[in-house]
């Protein structure tokens, strides 16, 4: 892939999570509090959940947010499509479907059974 065309598609990815990311901070009850938001009664006690939930969305929001502003720091670099791992290349095939993808397919299964 050209890494034009990676860019362009990496800050898209980027502006997204930005966007979902301020989103879902907005819907944080802590804020929503303060902002004085109507809070039904009958919904207090699913609040938690709801919070724990928005958490766990946003810590994964963050984290691909980091994979594709690491992405792009490696175009800067002209390392990008090259495995972070053992410096093959990436089949064109897997950043095509993830341009942020940093490393082979074999690196990232290593990767994934080590955790
Ligand atoms: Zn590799």
Redesign the pocket.
């Known amino acids: 892939m050209e890494t034009t065309v990676a860019r362009k598609r990496l800050e898209e990815m980027r502006d997204d999570l930005d966007r979902s990311i301020s989103i879902l901070q907005g819907e944080r009850p802590a804020s929503v509090a303060g902002a004085g938001y109507p809070q039904d009664s009958a919904d207090a006690g699913s609040t938690l959940s709801e919070t724990d939930r928005t958490e766990a969305i946003l810590h994964s929001a963050r984290g691909q947010r980091d994979e594709v502003l690491a992405a792009l720091a490696r175009i800067d670099e002209n390392t990008y499509g090259r495995?972070v791992?053992?410096?093959?290349d990436i089949p064109e095939g897997r950043l095509d479907a993830r341009p942020d993808a940093a490393?082979?397919v074999?690196?990232q299964a290593k990767r994934a059974r080590r955790r």
């Open positions: 495995c791992d053992c410096g093959g490393r082979c074999s690196c």
